[in-house]
């Protein structure tokens, strides 16, 4: 494994999902209500629309299924250019990968820049700032991210498994 091309492919990776969550999230935070947590989409829904905002919502599927889906192809192609050409290498390679960005995810973007930027936070609930710095729950949820990740490292070893 060529350990350079691991750290700069995944500092890419780490842009990469950084503006595939900000982009949306700056556009429109109520994209996202399904990573919120529920005090805040409940004073959110007091003045707006109830809409789906379950995790395993149908729109929250449809968005994480083809996210998963591009991550399977992107990281594919990624632990390829860094050696990996067999099962347990890309998986991995593809999981460290996943792990870094999930850490980066919870202490960066959800300690850091969710509890404390008003732009991203949902209309009506600027004021909710207890609410928005919950570590616990995004906590949680980063281990729930760990779990959930192995589904597209292990997809992508045996792509890598296939081709290699």
């Given at each position: 494994m060529n350990i350079s091309l691991f750290i700069i492919e995944t500092v890419i990776m780490t842009i990469v999902f950084t503006f595939m969550i900000m982009i949306p999230l700056c556009k429109n935070p109520v994209w996202w209500i399904h990573d919120f947590p529920e005090d805040i989409q409940e004073e959110y829904?007091?003045?707006?629309?109830?809409?789906?905002?379950?995790?395993?919502?149908?729109?929250?599927?449809?968005?994480?299924?083809?996210?998963?889906?591009?991550?399977?192809?992107?990281?594919?192609?990624?632990?390829?250019?860094?050696?990996?050409?067999?099962?347990?290498?890309?998986?991995?390679?593809?999981?460290?990968m996943w792990l870094i960005i999930d850490w980066y995810d919870c202490f960066i973007l959800d300690w850091v820049l969710f509890a404390n930027v008003k732009k991203i936070r949902l209309p009506g609930t600027e004021h909710m700032d207890k609410e928005y710095h919950q570590k616990k729950y995004h906590f949680v949820h980063s281990i729930v991210g760990m779990a959930v990740g192995l589904i597209p490292c292990l997809l992508t070893g045996v792509v890598i498994q296939i081709v290699g």
């Open positions: 829904f007091r003045t707006h629309e109830r809409i789906p905002a379950a995790p395993l919502s149908k729109p929250a599927l449809i968005k994480k299924a083809f996210a998963i889906v591009l991550v399977i192809m992107f990281m594919s192609a990624l632990v390829w250019s860094c050696g990996a050409r067999n099962f347990a290498g890309a998986f991995l390679i593809s999981f460290a």
